[in-house]
Every structure is written in structure tokens, then in C-alpha cells.
């Protein structure tokens, strides 16, 4: 399976889940080229409603939607859907609205278009809400699989998407279920956990850590909330160190739910590595890099959390 961007996966998954279920609607405002849903509105007009650069309208018309039974996917880029979140928190959270919040170009990785375009605070504030699971798929097949998963899921959620390509880390086995981690590969020295675009940079990371004969289980957290709670502190337990390594602002990520749930069960020495400051303009590859979360920079951070 080559790399694909998991918006481009989503659009994909949409359109044939679409077939079969004439519940699903697509909301956008302006960017279905960009989310991927340019091919479901050429192939359902009636079923695809864009309204424009209007993002606070089209949450409110995708709850509607919901209360009224479709299966509505609200889709931006993440810094737009979500930085209408009085209108989400209202209108989708409060109601338990049946919408799919979709946040597309999550991230530093999204390269040159800069700050105001990258979803970097996103999911801190979708957290915050009661109701909302928050899933960020790390390749293809779990993409495919958690567009599924979301059709058949009873009430709202949030669906963070990459416009970077993604190097396929799932087996072809692998079963996307919320509130459960995949282990990628196996450790006892140290638990390094990605989520979305880092999360082959974390496996690339632990052969780089291997050749210094430090052994790094390597988690992939897809489901961000709910947390696996049972696996992360089984591997905690197990390694006696916790990394986490995100695409998103240090405060209130993945990085800050393994806190929160650590401190509280299993007070575990953690590193949290995540984007520090704002977004910058740059290539997808030089921003990680700066940021550290490249394999090389996730690998320097975890020698020398481990003082080696």
C-alpha cells in the first residue's frame, strides 16, 4: 500500500460508504477540493451542500442535519471547523448532534501555507468537550477503517486528517476500535506513542534508538479520546518512561491525556515532544525537524530523557 494522505483516503472511503448508505451528506465551506469530498459532490449532488466561506453556518445546517437524520460530514481544515467551536460546542456537543467533524490539514506538516492555516490547538479544545471521541488515523487502513467506524457511531466526533502523505504502519489485519492502541513494535525501555503524521517517524525513531541498544515500544494512538487507558499503563508499567510525540500544540494533545491519565494512575516519568510557540511557513520536512519530530529529533529527545 503506498503513502496517501488520510484526507485523500477519507475522501475515498466516503464516496463508497456513500453507496450504500444514502444517510451520509457531505458539509463544506469552500474547500471540498482540499478536505477530498469534491468527488462525492460531483457524484451525489443532492447529498453535498457547500455554503461557502461561512464555517459557522455549516456546523449549525451539518447539526441540523443530524437532528433531522442524515449522517452529516462537516469538513474544513481543522483551524477553521474547529475555531468555530462556540458553534460546536452548542449546537453539535450540546444537542449530541450526530455529526462528523472533520478537521483536514492538521498540523506543521501542512508546510508552506503557514499559521493560519495549520490546526494546531484543535484538539485541546475539542477535548473539552464531554462528548466528543477524538480520532486521528496514521495511514490508509485506518483511515478507511475509522470513516466507518464514525458512520456507524451513535453521536458527534471529531476526525483529524493529514495533508501530508502517510507511510502505511498498520497490518493488513489491523482493526480500528476507539478507546484502544495498536503496539507497532514491541519494548521494555521506553514507550514512545505518536498519533497521525508522527507516528512512522516514532517507528523510524525506535530503529534509530535500537542501533544505541535502547529498546522503544512504539504505540500508535489513533484514539486520542477516548484514551486506551488500560494499554497506556501496561506499557508504563512495563518500560518506566512515557513519550509522546504529536503534530500539535504541546498543551492539551495526546501528549497532555497521557499526563492527565498517568498522573492520576501510574505517576510515570514523561516527555511530551509537540509543536512549541506558533506554525511557521516552511517545508513539511524542515518544520518536524525544528520542531523535533523527526526520527532524528524524537531519537536525540529520548536519549536524553533516558540520560544516555
Not at 29 to 43: E, G, H, N, Q, V
Not at 270 to 276: A, H, M, S, Y
Amino acid at each position: 500500500m503506498p503513502a496517501k494522505a488520510s484526507r485523500a483516503a477519507f475522501g475515498e472511503a466516503l464516496l463508497e460508504l456513500g453507496a450504500k448508505d444514502d444517510r451520509i451528506v457531505t458539509v463544506d465551506a469552500d474547500l471540498s477540493k482540499s478536505t477530498m469530498t469534491a468527488r462525492f459532490a460531483k457524484t451525489y449532488p443532492d447529498r453535498a451542500f457547500n455554503l461557502g466561506i461561512a464555517e459557522s453556518n455549516m456546523v449549525g445546517i451539518g447539526a441540523g442535519l443530524a437532528l433531522a437524520g442524515r449522517i452529516p460530514f462537516v469538513c474544513s481544515f481543522a483551524c477553521f471547523v474547529v475555531g468555530r467551536f462556540e458553534t460546536i460546542r452548542i449546537s453539535v456537543a450540546y444537542t449530541n448532534a450526530n455529526v462528523k467533524i472533520v478537521g483536514t490539514h492538521a498540523g506543521i506538516a501542512i508546510g508552506e501555507d503557514g499559521y493560519s492555516q495549520m490546526g494546531l490547538e484543535d484538539i485541546a479544545c475539542i477535548r473539552a468537550l464531554p462528548n466528543l471521541p477524538v480520532i486521528q488515523p496514521a495511514d490508509e487502513l485506518e483511515t478507511r477503517q475509522a470513516v466507518a467506524w464514525a458512520v456507524e457511531h451513535e453521536g458527534p466526533l471529531y476526525l483529524r486528517l493529514t495533508r501530508q502523505n502517510l507511510e502505511p504502519v498498520c497490518p493488513p489485519d489491523y482493526r480500528f476500535r476507539p478507546g484502544r492502541w495498536l503496539v507497532l513494535r514491541p519494548g521494555n525501555e521506553v514507550t514512545l506513542i505518536g498519533s497521525g503524521g508522527t507516528v512512522f517517524n516514532c517507528l523510524e525513531a525506535a530503529k534509530l534508538l535500537e542501533a544505541d541498544s535502547i529498546s522503544a515500544e512504539v504505540v500508535n494512538a489513533a484514539s486520542i479520546k477516548p484514551l486506551d487507558e488500560e494499554g497506556l499503563l501496561g506499557s508504563a508499567g512495563k518500560t518506566g518512561h512515557v513519550v509522546t510525540a504529536e503534530d500539535h500544540a504541546i498543551t492539551g494533545g495526546l501528549g497532555g491525556a497521557v499526563a492527565e491519565a498517568l498522573a492520576e494512575a501510574l505517576p510515570t516519568p514523561l516527555k511530551r515532544l509537540g509543536v512549541q510557540g506558533f506554525g511557521e511557513s516552511g517545508d513539511p520536512k524542515s518544520l518536524y525537524a525544528k520542531h523535533g519530530l523527526d526520527p532524528a529529533g524524537i531519537a536525540a529527545s529520548v536519549r536524553k530523557f533516558l540520560n544516555r
